[in-house]
């Protein structure tokens, strides 16, 4: 007997040419379902038309989000999300600006190296980078520290403070050990903004028997993973942190350790 997929090109060739025939006929002499019979064309534009309104209501939501994470929130393969993104040309939201540290600029470079560049870490507390960003709150600026483990790409500590100092990031890091476990990453890497390149911080990283690495003087790419990390959570939180009540509601909850990639909870 010929296979399933010859038996359907040879009726749908009969009801090209004869386009009368019954196709319940047809499926009995065949041993063909009746829907196979009938073209399926048709059908594909109003699925991704029903996709691509999913898609973009997601996106109303998390703007940030590329075709993994949107694929991840819908639950469906990411191959046909890619697919109808990239029909429509739906892009996630990205931001241009960065905040300048521009003293650091001038500042002389650190001497420390970039230990982990070109390096691909193939566990947890290989390596964990820092980096702190602006929050506009009520008038004023709120200063967020957080350290990244490159392997997991999970927030394991961060600080918030009103002024950006070395006890700013002291305290994320530390946040991160105890965090962790007291357990310490391998690596400690960062820009040369002077809150890192101070010597208390490097006396902390050297007690705890940490490596500190850096990025070359006016390299910020070199630290891309904050980078991007930052970009992405003032695009999906907003800029809008005037509706809490005050800087304690930032900590609520200690939302930034569970902080990864992927969305944890239906974003529904």
């Given amino acids: 007997m010929r296979s399933q997929k010859k038996r359907s090109e040879i009726t749908k060739d009969i009801i090209a040419k004869h386009p009368g025939t019954s196709k319940r006929l047809l499926s009995q002499v065949f041993a063909l379902s009746r829907q196979a019979l009938y073209p399926r064309d048709h059908m594909l534009p109003t699925r991704d038309e029903q996709l691509k309104e999913k898609i973009l209501s997601v996106l109303s939501e998390f703007p940030s989000y ?26 996630p939201y990205k931001r241009m600006a960065r905040w300048r540290k521009r003293r650091d600029e001038r500042r002389a470079p650190a001497p420390y190296i970039n230990e982990i560049k070109n390096q691909c870490p193939l566990a947890p ?120 009540d005050h800087e304690g509601h930032f900590n609520r909850g200690n939302p930034s350790h569970s902080l990864q990639v992927q969305p944890q909870t239906d974003p529904h």
């Fill in 66 to 91: 590329g075709y993994r994470r949107v694929a991840l929130a819908l639950g469906i393969d990411k191959k046909r999300d890619r697919r109808v993104m990239k029909k429509n040309n739906i892009k």
């Fill in 125 to 244: 507390n290989y390596a964990w980078v820092g980096d702190f960003t602006y929050l506009p709150f009520k008038g004023k600026f709120l200063y967020l520290a957080t350290f990244m483990d490159l392997y997991t790409r999970e927030i394991v500590g961060y600080h918030i403070s009103r002024r950006h100092d070395k006890n700013l990031v002291m305290q994320a890091f530390l946040d991160g050990v105890t965090t962790r476990g007291f357990t310490k990453p391998t690596y400690l890497h960062s820009d040369q903004g002077s809150e890192y390149t101070s010597g208390d911080y490097g006396k902390l990283a050297e007690a705890l028997g940490v490596t500190i690495s850096m990025n070359k003087k006016a390299s910020p790419w070199e630290n891309g993973y904050q980078e991007s990390f930052y970009n992405n959570f003032k695009t999906d939180l907003g800029l809008e942190f005037d509706r809490f």
